[in-house]
């Protein structure tokens, strides 16, 4: 500073920074604006360059004018939703045209686009009810999916149950194992009640052939009383030789 003021010559103007830069760039219908960011960057031998000096910085108007102007007319061509597509479109342009941009540097140029915040909200408001949507709907289908599954296994219980004299004594013990005492007791109790009407109903039946040949009446009723006997599980007799009754016949 001393040297230029003994030269009486003005104190050099510090580098400026290459900044980014943003726009608004209209959308497809010019209901909306993109947001627009443009970042430059110089290149001179291979090397980047962060400041520009003074005499500089009109070159690196330049080629931010170029570059506003191309992505223009590219944000055009896309609805404000397509924020993403209108992106690549103008880096592709961008691209193209890198090599024109030049002078005591070499110039690129990225763009980053991006929507209004108004535009934002709405993507978020329209996001939240789509996920409802489909929230709800995943829902209802795993419930009838559940529903149907339970039914399938009732359905598969029943069928193995059904007919079984000793159900309800099953599912007793399936739901209260400590009732194993009491269910067999209860057990032991319906049998011995069972053999006890059987031998009222063999009475009666006797009663009521006592004027009948008692070797036809054991004939005639010899299947009925073993079948009786097995269902109410007691022990069954095995089959006499019936020899001797054919000789007697």
Known sequence: MLYHVQLNEPEAEPPVDIEPFVLTAPAKGDAYDFSVTLLRTATSAGKSARALLDDEVPEAEAVLQRACQEVRVITRQFD????????????????????AMTGVYRWTVRAEVNVPDEVRQLNRDSHRKLHGIRSDAAAALLH??????????????????????????????????????????????????GAQKLLDTVDKIMQSYEKV?????????????????????????????????????
Request: aromatic fraction near 2%; avoid cysteine.
């Open 80 to 99: 404000i939703t397509e924020a993403g597509a209108a992106e690549r479109a103008a880096n592709e342009k961008l691209q193209s045209i890198s090599g």
């Open 213 to 249: 040949d008692m070797l036809d009446f054991v004939v005639r009723n010899e299947s009925v009383l073993r079948s009786t006997l097995e269902l109410l599980g007691l022990p069954v007799p095995p089959l006499e030789d019936d020899t001797l009754l054919e000789g007697r016949a």
């Open 144 to 193: 009838i999916s559940s529903t149907d599954e339970v039914r399938q296994k009732w359905q598969e219980f029943l069928a193995a149950v059904e007919g079984s004299a000793r159900v309800v004594h099953a599912i007793q013990l399936a739901a209260a194992p400590e009732q194993l005492p009491q269910i067999i007791a209860d057990l032991d109790k319906q049998r011995q009640q």
